[in-house]
């Protein structure tokens, strides 16, 4: 559909040699959760990155390949266009402005002048109450949790049609990891908002969004509508860590996964 986020074939480069995505296609359908899986080092900040136009302060750059949203193309625009276009990256670990309150960091989300900013606020504290209690409060000063939210109402102050979640859980307990989940839930089903989340837990992911891509070494290796996925035996053994016998198994030991992978 027109409306989707796509990337189509991407390869991207760092530093004109280093090549780190070989080929990546992958779609956000209109108002879908979708996940994206994979190991350390696989390449998903890297495909946030091309999709929000960020690989150039990284001095990286998209060598083959395009992402389009609602027809139209968003490689080579500045981050800025695309954030204008109405794709916006909320960054991994958080990166709040530590000195500004959390009030004053939802503000700089307001960075198009779109609609009226104290609607916006108010928009932003029914979906996190925390906030509003806390607006005051220097930034730097608040939990791992609520810098990720303020770092999701941040980018919601934008507008978005999609929003890009890098690893949302990092470092935060499994309940605050819940919590921002449902959060998002609940925010993609009142606003119709699109998202892409990149994660390593993949147990959370799967249980969260509507289809999902694996990745390896830069390229898409595996994907499928998420609670197929979830029950998928290599994805359960490597990823979930559950196997037949109940035990967890590291990577070397997962056979079905490598034999999968010397056809993929
Ligand atoms: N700015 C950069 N310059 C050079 N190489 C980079 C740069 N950023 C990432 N890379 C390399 O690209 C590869 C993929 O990194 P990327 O951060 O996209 O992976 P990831 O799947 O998000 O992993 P992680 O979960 O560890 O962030 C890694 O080998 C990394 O070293």
Redesign the pocket.
Known sequence: MASDLTVNNVEVV??DI?Q??RGVSLTVRAGSITSLL????????????AISGLLKP???KIREGTVTFEGRTLSGMTGTDVVKSGVVQVP?GRRVFKHLSIEENLRAGAILGRGNWQADLERIYTYFPKLRDLRHKQAGYTSGGEQQMIAIGRALMAHPKVLLL??PSLGLAPLLVQEIFENVRHINRAEGLGVLV?E?NANIALRNSDYGYV?EG?RIVMEGRSAELASNPDVKEFYLGVTEHGSRKSFREVKSYKRRKRWM
């Open positions: 760092y530093h280093v780190v995505l994979g190991t350390n080092g696989a390449g998903k900040t890297t495909t946030l990155r990284e001095n990286g991994e890098d690893e990149v390593q990745m830069g």
